[in-house]
């Protein structure tokens, strides 16, 4: 869910700037899970960008408290949301911890890193949701932890059906600054993408996992 639109446009356009996604609908791009796409997004890159990491944590920050008040701590997903994630819980003065895809197989074992007190109600930040499988392990996790999770708020997401039944379906709540309608819209907006080109992604979201 888009909390703000000119957010969610100017989102877009950043990541579009500085490559952290990428459209390519002549040269489509092949994913880890073998789909076939024409957009490939790394939201990792912007880190390196002092002014689009800072717009984009502090935008973060702000919808946090807007949508859900001012939780107990903010947690990241590894390993793409933990510097993002680290920095909106710095803006907020609030503690934060990160939770890993699996549990570490030494040491203690933890598959959350940092202190979490059972019972601390937590927002979960993401850079990126696809099918949304890895971010909602996250927020198992938390639940497993004894955290009252009041919901994820993520950089950009595809809004495939999947992942939006995922989180219907596990109770989360899901919001991100963009998405995939408002980056298309940007796009040809700035003339970044043709007409044709436009038709192109477009199709590609109706059936991503066939096309191509």
Known sequence: MILDKETAKKTA????????????????FTWASGWKSPIYCDNRITLSYPFI??????????????????????AGVATGAIGIGMLVA???????????????KH????????HLAPGSSVVVIEDLIS???SS????????????????????????????V??????NVTLHTLSDYSHLLEQAADTKY???????????WRKDPANWG
């Not at 919808?63 to 939780?71: A, F, M, T, W």
């Not at 710095?90 to 570490?104: C, M, S």
């Not at 932890?145 to 950089?155: F, P, Q, T």
Request: overall charge negative; charged content about 25%; glycine content about 6%.
């Open 53 to 74: 990491r800072n717009y984009l944590h502090q935008e973060m920050a702000k919808q946090v408290e807007r949508i859900y008040g001012k939780p107990d701590a903010i």
């Open 107 to 114: 040491g203690r074992q933890n598959k959350i890193e940092g």
């Open 131 to 133: 099918t949304g499988m």
């Open 13 to 28: 356009e950043l990541l579009l700037q500085i490559n952290a996604i990428k459209l390519q609908p002549q040269d489509p």
């Open 136 to 163: 909602l392990k996250a927020v198992d996790a938390l639940k497993e932890a004894g955290a009252n999770v009041k919901g994820m708020l993520a950089i950009f997401t595809y809004g495939f059906e999947k992942s």
């Open 90 to 104: 710095d803006y907020l003065n609030l503690p934060f911890v990160y939770i890993r895809p699996e549990a570490k």
């Open 165 to 170: 039944t995922a989180f219907t379906d596990a």
């Open 193 to 203: 993408i043709t007409e044709q080109e436009q038709a192109t992604l477009e199709n």
